[in-house]
Antibody, heavy 116, light 109 residues
Framework: QLQESGPGLVKPSETLSLTCTVS??????????WGWIRQPPGKGLEWIGF???????YYNPSLRSRVTISVDTSKSQFSLKLNSVTAADTAVYYC??????????WGQGTLVTVSS | EIVLTQSPGTLSLSPGERATLSCRAS???????LAWYQQRPGQAPRLLIY???NRATGIPDRFSGSGSGTDFTLTISRLEPEDFAVYYC??????????FGQGTKLEIK
């Protein structure tokens, strides 16, 4: 299971921070990447990036300058930071286990609203 | 960057009918790296198909995927009421980046 947590409201220009807690499996498995996907209200899915347990990261080029994904294997958690947010970053944020060509497990999602 | 274009945008069918959803890539991709998802309202997406034609764990056999190169298809052989949802294709490229199509909404006619 994957579970997102973090603030549901972030002010413009500040940093969005979310954590995904992984249970029922090892975040240190070499078979998986762990990543983030978002979905603005009423719109489609946008992949943000993923991290390997070793710390290697890969980001969507359109967000790369503002995104950091990190992992804490001791807590079975990985995290997302997105800085300098605007209203366009308002979305449901999902964490997901990336396995091969697909994302086979998803968190339930958490809505983050950017507003003053 | 590879762009995935799904068609139609909306598909109106009745339970029991066959649904055919299309996903076209802007350049040739390996079928090994093409996946399909179902998203019901208020829920997270669910992986249906990976590697273009392999059903994910627990997915009924009425769902099938096919295709190669730039053209891929998701077929639902006989629609059940719970199949009416939004469907996304997704590719995983050599650039180690995931890209989603814009989605096809399958609605009850």
């Amino acid at each position: 299971q994957l579970q997102e947590s973090g603030p549901g409201l972030v002010k413009p220009s500040e940093t969005l921070s979310l954590t995904c807690t992984v249970s029922g499996g090892s975040i240190s498995s070499s078979s998986y990447h762990w990543g983030w996907i978002r979905q603005p209200p009423g719109k489609g899915l946008e992949w943000i990036g993923f991290i390997y347990y070793s710390g290697s990261t890969y980001y969507n080029p359109s967000l790369r300058s503002r995104v950091t994904i990190s992992v804490d294997t001791s807590k079975s958690q990985f995290s997302l930071k997105l800085n300098s947010v605007t209203a366009a970053d308002t979305a449901v944020y999902y964490c997901g286990r990336h396995y091969g060509s697909g994302i086979d497990y998803w968190g339930q999602g958490t809505l983050v609203t950017v507003s003053s | 960057e590879i762009v995935l274009t799904q068609s139609p945008g909306t598909l109106s069918l009745s339970p029991g009918e066959r649904a055919t959803l299309s996903c076209r890539a802007s350049q040739s991709i390996s079928s090994s790296f093409l996946a399909w998802y179902q998203q019901r309202p208020g829920q997270a997406p669910r992986l249906l198909i990976y590697g273009a034609s392999n059903r994910a764990t627990g997915i009924p056999d009425r769902f099938s995927g096919s295709g190669s190169g730039t053209d891929f298809t998701l077929t639902i052989s006989r629609l059940e009421p719970e199949d009416f949802a939004v469907y996304y294709c997704q590719q995983y490229g050599r650039s180690l980046m995931y890209t989603f199509g814009q989605g096809t909404k399958l609605e009850i006619k």
